[in-house]
Every structure is written in structure tokens, then in C-alpha cells.
């Protein structure tokens, strides 16, 4: 009874792990466009060293159109009610390195989550076995009797 408590910890402790990983991995797949989204913008301002209109989201299905004036400084939400200045330039190579790793930090989710289901699944598997190995002994031993 204790070994088979243990062996459905483990199974639970793995799964809860797989969840963890899939919930990062959305996380961060939702990330990519936004960052995709801000570095396209940043070097719209960095090409264009002029005026433009941009529509932007202000609240939820409330838009407003902007006027941008030519600028070198942008400010970029870090999160965690934190935004910083930036120069247009430190900007864009910010936003870059932070795109390329998302990436590699996704496919790298990626390759964590087949690992743990390959795991997961070989755990299951084993446990069958040695319930099927432990019920044929039983039976075996109570033919004995």
C-alpha cells in the first residue's frame, strides 16, 4: 500500500511539474507577439525620424489615434508596474535580445515537456507492470494454498 502511495506521489509530483511547464510556455508564446509587436514599432520610430498617426489600444475595444512626434527616447513597460526611458537605439536592442530569448527559452520549454511526458508515461507503464507482475504472484500463490 505504501509503495503504491509512493509511485502515485511521484505521478502526481510529474504531472503537476508537465502543468507548471505548459502554463510557462503559454505564458511565454503570449509574449513573443507583444515583443514581436513593440520592437516592429521601435524601429518604425527609428527609420522614421518623423510625425505619424498610430491607432493604439487604450482600453479593452477602446481605441484612440495618436500623434507621435519625432523622438529619441522611448519608454518601455517592463512589467510588475515598472517602465523605463530608453533611447531609441538601447531600445531596440533590448527588445531584440529579449525576443531571441523567448525563443530559445520556448523551444527549450518545449523540449522540457516531451522529456516529462516521456517520463511520465514510462513511470505509468512500469507501474502497470509491476501491478500485473504483483497480482499474477498473488494469484499464484493463493492456487498454492
Given at each position: 500500500?505504501?509503495?503504491r502511495?509512493?509511485?502515485e506521489?511521484?505521478?502526481s ?7 507548471n511547464?505548459?502554463?510557462r ?5 503570449g509574449?513573443?507577439p507583444?515583443?514581436?509587436k513593440?520592437?516592429?514599432i ?7 525620424k ?13 481605441h484612440?489615434v ?14 510588475a508596474?515598472?517602465?523605463l526611458e ?11 535580445k529579449?525576443?531571441?530569448t ?9 523540449d ?7 517520463q511520465?508515461?514510462?513511470?505509468e507503464?512500469?507501474?502497470a ?5 504483483d ?8 492456487e498454492?494454498?
Open positions: 500500500a505504501v509503495e502511495f509512493l509511485e506521489a511521484v505521478v509530483t510529474q504531472s503537476t511539474g508537465e502543468l511547464l505548459m502554463q510556455k503559454k505564458r511565454l508564446r509574449q513573443i507583444d515583443i514581436e513593440t520592437l516592429e521601435v524601429e518604425h520610430m527609428l527609420k522614421k518623423q510625425e505619424f498617426n498610430t491607432h493604439f489600444l487604450l482600453s479593452d475595444q477602446v484612440t495618436a500623434r507621435v512626434p519625432p523622438t529619441d527616447k522611448v519608454f518601455l513597460w517592463l512589467g508596474n515598472t517602465m530608453y533611447s531609441i537605439e538601447e531600445a531596440v536592442t533590448l527588445l531584440s529579449n525576443l531571441s523567448a525563443v530559445v527559452n520556448a523551444g527549450q520549454l518545449d522540457d515537456l516531451e522529456y516529462l511526458s516521456n511520465i508515461t514510462t513511470m507503464v512500469n507501474m507492470r509491476v501491478y500485473n507482475w497480482f499474477k504472484r498473488r494469484k499464484a500463490a493463493a498454492k494454498k
